[in-house]
């Protein structure tokens, strides 16, 4: 069974950047579409981030498109996100997220099946 473990997370300033990092053990890595939601306090988990299996495609929420950027090592079995210009509206448990239904990116929540336990991210204005 696929287990995810985030880390990266922290207390930061507005204008400051974070990296955020995925391991993922167990399962084919590569042929799992990836993703990173997150939750904001009071709010239901929204979709940040997907990308494909080999990295052909990438799709951001307009949230973060521009700041935000998913990548993936599969050697490593490691997916990251590279945030940028943080926001305090970007406060939220980041979480990462593996499908083993789908290979293309997806940004559909339903699409994943396994969940890492999430990392804390706080912004500060």
């Known amino acids: 069974q696929v287990q995810l473990v985030e880390s990266g997370g922290g207390l930061v300033q507005a204008g400051t950047s974070l990296k955020l990092s995925c391991g993922a053990s167990?399962?084919?890595?590569?042929?799992?579409?990836m993703a990173w939601f997150r939750q904001r306090p009071g709010k239901e988990r929204e979709f940040v981030a997907t990308i494909s299996g080999i990295s052909v495609t990438t799709f951001y929420a307009d949230s973060v498109k521009g700041r935000f950027t998913i990548s993936r090592d599969n050697a490593k079995n490691t997916v990251y996100l590279q945030m940028n210009s943080l926001k305090p509206e970007d406060t939220a448990v980041y979480y990462c997220a593996a499908s083993s239904v789908r290979r293309g990116a997806t940004r559909v929540t339903e699409n994943y099946n396994y969940w890492g336990q999430g990392t804390q991210v706080t912004v500060s204005s």
């Open positions: 167990g399962g084919t890595f590569s042929s799992y579409a």
